[in-house]
């Protein structure tokens, strides 16, 4: 498969840049990136309420239509966790220390394709 890999790897090499990442950064803020990382992780984008894969009408399921990641993808994802700052999940919409947002990654949620707010709530 040109220009992808399993998802398996994927989150491999997710969890890997995390994990760098985060030791690059103080001791304060390491446990910030293992919470960002976990909450990308988690959710399914398929059995989420706003899930929109029956509407395009594949034979395949929508599990498997993610079961690989688009390498380009998951570089966006990967160069987004090691530029991310070490401070930034503790800056970011705060009111009187509490944040009011998850913290994750974006281009990850996107690459694959989970939804942590549907399992936070």
Do not use: W
């Not at 509407?55 to 599990?63: D, F, I, L, N, Q």
């Amino acid at each position: 498969m040109d220009g992808k890999i399993s998802r398996g790897e994927g989150k491999s090499l997710f969890v890997n840049a995390v994990i760098l990442k985060s030791s690059t950064c103080s001791q304060e803020y390491q446990s910030d990136f293992s919470f960002a990382a976990s909450f990308t992780l988690k959710g399914d984008g398929c059995s989420a309420p706003d899930s929109d894969h029956k509407a395009y009408k594949e034979v395949r399921s929508c599990e498997s239509s993610y079961a690989y990641i688009d390498k380009s993808t998951l570089n966006g994802c990967i160069n987004q966790v090691l530029l991310t700052p070490c401070n930034s999940f503790r800056e970011e919409n705060q009111f009187f220390g509490m944040s009011f947002t998850l913290p994750t990654f974006p281009a990850c949620v996107s690459a694959f394709n989970t939804d942590p707010l549907y399992n936070y709530l």
